[in-house]
């Protein structure tokens, strides 16, 4: 089974320029969740998508934003990037049954985006 | 909100000792706490994890326990070997929000 495939690998943006990332989920997992990680800060939750809905949003400013597909896979969108958005953006997928999500989670190698 | 704190930082320890770190978490409402491991250049993974219902979980070298009364759970690693060295972060998962919050994570480094 293929795991979760995240596009692009690295990337360098300017400040003000907007980034569009995508993930794809494992065979069969309708949730995919993403994290921001930087040093010292560990994983943060960014928002969690099912079935094409947003189930839940982390404490990010507006400019983070992201929607999946019927297929599953996900984008996230960084829109007027800043310095402090460069860091490494992992995706995740689970298997989800009902209202409930307590699977183990899938991550994504990551998209490494810098910003200059 | 769920926060979840996770010590030490950094923890080095020789090869073949045990290693022990440790989570709080503020929301009682949380029952489910697993571990990841991440590898340099790697991606997380799942090592272990444990419910609420349950107070103590092993696997092999691996460890976890969980106190609900005071809020805490706690990763062991014995007779640890140089593929251990990693960063490892705990997580909390609450029911009412419906999403897993991370400890900023624990370098661990085997001495040899």
């Known amino acids: 089974k293929a795991g979760v495939t995240q596009t692009p690998r690295y990337l360098i943006k300017t400040r003000g320029q907007q980034v569009t990332l995508s993930c794809s989920p494992i065979?069969?997992?309708?949730?995919v969740s993403w994290y921001q990680q930087t040093p010292g800060q560990g994983l943060q939750f960014l928002f969690e998508?099912?079935?094409?809905?947003?189930?839940n949003k982390g404490n990010f400013p507006g400019r983070f934003s992201g929607r999946q597909f019927s297929n599953s896979r996900s984008e996230m969108n960084v829109s007027t990037l800043e310095l402090g958005d460069s860091a490494l953006y992992l995706c995740?997928?689970?298997?989800?049954?009902?209202?409930?999500?307590?699977?183990?989670?899938?991550f994504g190698e990551g998209s490494r985006l810098t910003v200059l | 909100g769920e926060n979840v704190e996770q010590h030490p930082s950094t923890l080095s320890v020789q090869e073949g000792d045990s290693a022990v770190i440790k989570c709080t978490y503020s929301d009682s409402a949380s029952n489910y706490f697993p571990w990841y491991k991440q590898e340099l250049g790697k991606r997380p993974q799942l090592i272990i994890d444990?419910?609420?219902?349950?107070g103590e979980k092993k696997d092999q070298r691996i460890a976890v326990t969980l106190n609900k009364t005071a809020k805490h759970f706690s990763l062991h690693i014995t007779e640890t070997q140089p593929e251990d060295s990693a960063v490892y972060f705990c997580a909390a998962f609450t029911f009412r929000d419906d999403k897993i919050i991370f400890g900023k994570g624990t370098r661990l480094h085997i001495l040899p």
């Open positions: 998508y099912f079935s094409e809905t947003q189930r």
């Open positions: 065979s069969g997992h309708r949730s």
């Open positions: 995740a997928s689970s298997y989800r049954t009902g209202d409930i999500n307590t699977g183990e989670l899938f």
């Open positions: 444990i419910r609420s219902n349950v």
